[in-house]
């Protein structure tokens, strides 16, 4: 404490002499890094010195809890607006929009004008003045609004994305440079991987440990600059992931109770687009039957968990489940899958012999497999600590307030207290 009054007025007397510039803290750079997929649970068994390193010297939680449905495209987009999806309007990872059509369809899913409101944190960051440099995030550029950010790479089909090696270079020269304020990285594992290998597969164990090394080469970059910089990192994950047996087929659903529906898929939900002319309460009357298996719930009448609203873009009908089980149908199997005896006759409920699946998302906040990864660590974080859930839309907020300025417009989330 001694020593700590001495510095603070040598500090004090160092400043008072420098007045202007010279005197002020110098500004904060944070680096945000969303990893897709990424349950707590995943990093069992596998050395991750870096994650471990961000939760001994910053502060972390295992219950970075995604807006509902807990999919990619919602949550990407609930991460950097800090928005609900009512507001943000990506409701789903497949929807229909009453003007645009099939999300997706008229322009790639990545374009940030299918969002009907809502500033994305580089949106927001760059209007108060902090320029932002965006790696593969969705919403980093538009059609119509070209690039969303002072820096961004090239936004292409995701089949063609730059790969690690080229984005990490990219934002390390941001960092380095000093031009950035807020450096934006996005990577889609664990989950690339782990639908197919299973929260604990080895190939997801492999992705863990890449995404750790991710983490290493930022912390090396960071130690590598000259010193006086002010650097917090923030790191999260999209949803978790855990294992399904169990298929509620959609397909036979609709040819048992007659009824014709488009379906939007979620796994854990999926909401149905009834066909015009229909008695919307004879279907939620038959579906009803499978109540220990899965909810239906009418438009307007959604859960209080699911803040989708009743835009145009939602279904008329809402449908969720729990692991074992998740929603399958013929539009998701290959024609040899689909042409199986097992997925046209027999029950609605089943567990198929022939398997398409492993693990899933899209369940509701309260499935806990859903949780992510949540870390922030350096300047304005204090050391050590746990927080016992952080709430997807804080997030967003988090970042600004880490960078001084201001939440985006129409958020609806709030800033953690991060330092004490
Ligand atoms: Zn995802």
Redesign the pocket.
């Known amino acids: 404490m001694r020593h700590f009054a001495v510095r603070a007025f040598a500090l004090f007397a160092f400043c008072a002499l420098l007045p202007g510039a010279l005197a002020e803290a110098p500004a904060r750079t944070v680096i945000v890094v969303l990893f897709?997929?990424f349950s707590p649970f995943m990093m069992e068994g596998v050395s991750t010195p870096n994650f471990d390193r961000l939760a001994r010297e910053g502060t972390s939680s295992r219950h970075l809890v995604p807006s509902f449905p807990a999919?990619?495209?919602v949550?990407?987009t609930t991460f950097q607006t800090g928005c609900w999806p009512s507001h943000h309007g990506i409701v789903a990872n497949e929807f229909t929009d009453p003007v645009l059509g099939r999300y997706g369809s008229k322009m790639d899913r990545a374009d940030a004008a299918w969002r009907t409101g809502c500033e994305s944190l580089w949106q927001a960051a760059e209007r108060q003045g902090a320029p932002a440099a965006v790696f593969n995030f969705v919403g980093r550029w538009s059609v119509t609004g070209g690039s969303q950010a002072h820096i961004i790479n090239a936004e292409v089909p995701w089949a063609n994305h730059e790969d690690d090696d080229t984005i990490m270079a990219k934002a390390i020269a941001a960092l380095t440079g000093g031009g950035s304020r807020l450096i934006a990285l996005y990577f889609?594992y664990p989950?690339s991987v782990a639908h197919g290998d299973g929260v604990h597969g080895d190939k997801t164990k492999l992705a863990v440990a890449k995404a750790d090394a991710i983490i290493g080469r930022l912390f090396s970059a960071i130690a590598a600059l000259p010193p006086g910089r002010a650097i917090t990192l923030v790191v999260g994950?999209?949803?978790g992931m855990t294992k399904v047996d169990k298929v509620i087929n959609l397909g036979k659903l609709r040819a048992r109770h007659h009824f014709e529906a488009d379906v939007a898929y979620g796994s854990g939900s999926a909401m149905l687009y009834l066909k015009p002319g229909q008695n919307v309460a004879r279907i939620v009357k038959a579906l009803s039957r499978y109540r220990s298996v899965f909810a239906v719930y009418r438009k307007g009448h959604f859960p209080s968990y699911a803040h989708i609203g009743d835009s145009g873009r939602v279904g008329d009908l809402l449908l969720t489940t729990r692991p074992p089980y998740a929603f399958e149908g013929p539009e998701l199997m290959t024609p040899q899958i689909a042409a199986l005896p097992e997925n046209i006759i027999g029950p609605v409920v089943y567990e198929p012999k022939v398997k398409w699946f492993h693990s899933m998302?899209g369940f509701n906040p309260d499935v806990e497999a859903m949780h992510a990864i949540f870390y922030a660590w350096g300047a304005g974080v204090a050391p050590g600590r746990i927080l016992p859930r952080v709430e997807m839309i804080d997030v967003a907020p988090t970042v600004l307030d880490l960078l001084g300025l201001k939440p985006g417009e129409g958020t609806d989330g709030k800033a953690l207290e991060l330092a004490p």
């Open positions: 897709d997929g999919l990619s495209m949550n990407h889609d989950d994950a999209d949803h998302h």
